[in-house]
């Protein structure tokens, strides 16, 4: 197995609503990422947990809470979002930290109302 | 910090070459990447170079001159489905696995 999965491949949310974005590898990947990708934009860094420790937190809003229950699951807990905070949420995994190639999945886009 | 730059779009034509640059300012890195991601999708890599010289994968080759801050992807034998944005990206000199993207350069390949 070589691919990242997300779920849900799209999320409509209105601002009160709690919602959370899942990701999942069976490479035996140890590090795993999420970033946020706008239109037409890079994608942005958003954490990063090594052997299940959140390692980088690129001062993301509470709103956004990441969680790693074991080394192939990565969610991320949204609440309380605003619409700019719609964009492309990408799930990324590599086999360590460092110097290693990402594997990203296909990502969840979402919709703030 | 790091500064990446990289021309925000280009165009060649099916059956070319082209060369993408990205030049760097950073107080260190292990290693500069180049992904390729067509719209919609997400990036797939395609290209790694930690050292000074050329890495060559098929069609794809990518350059880096560290003391130049300098690297570029060169694509050969163009196809249509190369129209994609082309990523730069940096790894810090830390080994924290932080990926930094540069803003991508969008290519089209016409017929």
């Known amino acids: 197995d070589t691919e990242v999965t997300q779920t849900p491949k799209h999320l409509v949310m209105g601002m009160t609503n709690k919602k959370s974005l899942k990701c999942e590898q069976h490479?035996?990947?140890?590090?795993m990422y999420w970033y946020k990708q706008k239109a037409k934009k890079p994608p942005e860094l958003m954490f990063v947990y090594s052997y299940e420790k959140l390692s980088i937190n690129e001062s993301v809003p509470s709103r956004f809470s990441p969680e790693c229950p074991n080394s192939s699951l990565l969610n991320l807990h949204l609440h309380a979002l605003q619409p700019e905070d719609s964009a492309l949420y990408l799930c990324?995994?590599?086999?360590?930290?460092?110097?290693?190639?990402?594997?990203f999945g296909a990502g969840s886009r979402l919709t703030v109302l | 910090g790091q500064n990446i730059d990289q021309p925000t779009e280009m165009t060649a034509t099916e059956g070319a070459i082209v060369q993408i640059n990205c030049t760097y300012q950073t107080s260190g890195f292990n290693g500069l990447f180049w992904y390729q991601q067509h719209a919609g999708e997400a990036p797939t890599f395609l290209s790694y170079?930690?050292?000074?010289g050329l890495e060559e994968k098929g069609r794809f080759s990518s350059f880096l001159s560290r003391s130049k801050g300098y690297s570029y992807l060169l694509l050969k034998e163009l196809q249509m489905k190369d129209s994609a944005s082309y990523l730069c990206?940096?790894?810090?000199?830390?080994?924290?696995?932080?990926?930094?993207f540069g803003q991508g350069t969008t290519l089209q390949v016409k017929p």
């Open positions: 990206a940096l790894t810090g000199s830390s080994n924290t696995g932080k990926l930094i």
């Open positions: 170079n930690v050292l000074d």
């Open positions: 990324a995994s590599s086999p360590a930290g460092g110097a290693n190639v990402l594997t």
């Open positions: 490479m035996g990947h140890r590090a």
